[in-house]
């Protein structure tokens, strides 16, 4: 059964770091694996997409790692802003036909203070 | 294009009662997903459905049904709500097995 860990599961930052947030899974027969933003009683959206052949994706400031292997994906934020206090979500989704059944960490809440 | 759309965004039951929430896919989006998401428990899969189909199911009691339309518009059902359905239900739509696009989500209360 596939577990997705993330840790830390709090960050608190001075505007301006550099940050790396962690994604571990148990199984690495992935298809994909995303990472979202979630921002307090809002829904989820989309920050990057890694393919499961991929190792990395970048958007701006952030950068997604997937190592499949070691069952490891790392998300960089740099030269984090107030604007980026959210929890962040990292989720896979699975091979063979579950592509649509995301599993979902329980989340890294990042705050960033001015 | 217009984002994922849910209805009603509040909502509040009492035990024993029954809902239906409705989610309206991206224009073109074939798969619709759902979610629940408690504080307990994070984010938990309920069910997929493409082109009218069922094609995955999570570890949910069977209180819990839905199905699609043949617009992709997509609906989920709770029979018999319970003390512990309190949560935010969301659903997610996309096009094939790719980014998920995911809607503001329904708030259920059940007193």
């Known amino acids: 059964k596939q577990e997705v860990t993330q840790i830390p599961a709090a960050l608190s930052v001075p505007e301006g770091e550099n940050l790396v947030l962690n994604c571990s899974f148990t199984d690495s027969a992935i298809y994909n694996l995303q990472w979202f933003r979630q921002d307090p009683g809002k829904g989820l959206t989309s920050l990057l997409l890694?393919?499961?052949?991929?190792r990395e994706q970048t958007s701006g400031r952030l950068n997604a790692s997937l190592d499949k292997s070691s069952g490891r994906s790392t998300l960089y934020i740099a030269a984090s802003q107030p604007g980026d206090s959210a929890t962040y979500l990292c989720?896979?989704?699975?091979?063979?036909?579950?592509?649509?059944?995301?599993?979902f960490g329980k989340g890294t809440k990042l705050s960033v203070k001015p | 294009k217009a984002g994922v759309t849910q209805t009603p965004r509040y909502l509040i039951k009492t035990r024993g009662q029954q809902v239906t929430l409705s989610c309206s896919p991206i224009s073109g989006h074939r798969s619709v997903s759902w979610y629940q998401q408690t504080p307990g428990q994070g984010l938990q899969f309920l069910f997929e459905y493409f082109s009218e189909t069922q094609r995955n199911k999570g570890n949910f009691p069977g209180r819990f049904s839905g199905r699609q339309f043949s617009n992709s518009r997509s609906e989920m059902n709770v029979s018999t709500l319970e003390l512990g359905d309190s949560a935010l239900y969301l659903c997610?739509?996309?096009?094939?097995?790719?980014?998920?696009?995911f809607g503001p989500g329904t708030r259920l209360l059940v007193l």
């Open positions: 997610a739509s996309s096009p094939m097995a790719e980014t998920q696009y």
């Open positions: 890694i393919q499961s052949s991929q």
């Open positions: 989720a896979v989704s699975g091979d063979g036909g579950s592509q649509g059944n995301l599993i």
